[in-house]
Structures are given as structure tokens and as C-alpha cells.
């Protein structure tokens, strides 16, 4: 079983950037896909982004192509959501998930990491 810990969250001014960070522990991200979500309070949680086991292709929601990218370390165990051009609708908290290559749904989860952006 693979536990998340997310990091980097912050407050940040409109325009700015952050790293978020997703470690896992207990194993590795071997056989797994990885992505990002995010929540506001009182809607639902929604796809940020996500990256793929087999070959790290990355695949984006609408409102953060172009501005966010994904990637993995798996030397260091360790998936980055890079977020550049932020804006106050960005803010929400977080989520990092991994989902066995054969699973359907997202099956392990992180904390959480709260991500502020200012007007």
C-alpha cells in the first residue's frame, strides 16, 4: 500500500508560481498513475492533472492548460505539480492520488496541501 504526503502549498500574489510536491512511502509509484486534484469548500472535488506509469504522458484540465505542469522523479519516489501563472481561482486545497495501472478509480490519497492565491 502506497501513502501520500503532499508539499510546497502557500500563499502566492496573482501571476506567481509554486511547486507542489507528492512523496509516497511505503512503495514506490512503480505501477501506478499519478494525478492532481484540487477543492474549494462546498463543491466537488476536480482533475487537475494526472501522469501515466507507462510512458509519463500528462493530461490536463482545460482551465490549467498551459500554466501547470506535471511531472515525476522516481529516483527520488516523488510526482511535482508545477503551477506557474497562478490565479485567485486556483485557490483550494490540493489532493494527490495514485491509481493502480488497471485500477478504475483512485484508490490512495494524500492530505492535502492548501494553495492560496491572492488578487
Known amino acids: 500500500q502506497v501513502q501520500l504526503v503532499e508539499s510546497g502549498g502557500g500563499l502566492v500574489q496573482a501571476g506567481g508560481s509554486l511547486r507542489l510536491s507528492c512523496a509516497a512511502s511505503?512503495?514506490?509509484?512503480?505501477?501506478?498513475?499519478v494525478g492532481w486534484f484540487r477543492q474549494v469548500p462546498g463543491k466537488e472535488r476536480e482533475f487537475v492533472a494526472a501522469?501515466?506509469?507507462?510512458?509519463?504522458?500528462?493530461n490536463y484540465a482545460d482551465s490549467v492548460k498551459g500554466r501547470f505542469t506535471i511531472s515525476r522523479d522516481n529516483a527520488k519516489n516523488t510526482v511535482y505539480l508545477q503551477m506557474n501563472n497562478l490565479k485567485p481561482e486556483d485557490t483550494a486545497v490540493y489532493y494527490c492520488?495514485?491509481?493502480?495501472?488497471?485500477?478504475?478509480?483512485?484508490?490512495?490519497w494524500g492530505q492535502g496541501t492548501q494553495v492560496t492565491v491572492s488578487s
Open positions: 492520488a495514485a491509481r493502480r495501472v488497471l485500477a478504475s478509480e483512485y484508490g490512495y
Open positions: 511505503g512503495r514506490t509509484f512503480s505501477g501506478y498513475h
Open positions: 501522469i501515466q506509469w507507462s510512458d509519463d504522458s500528462a
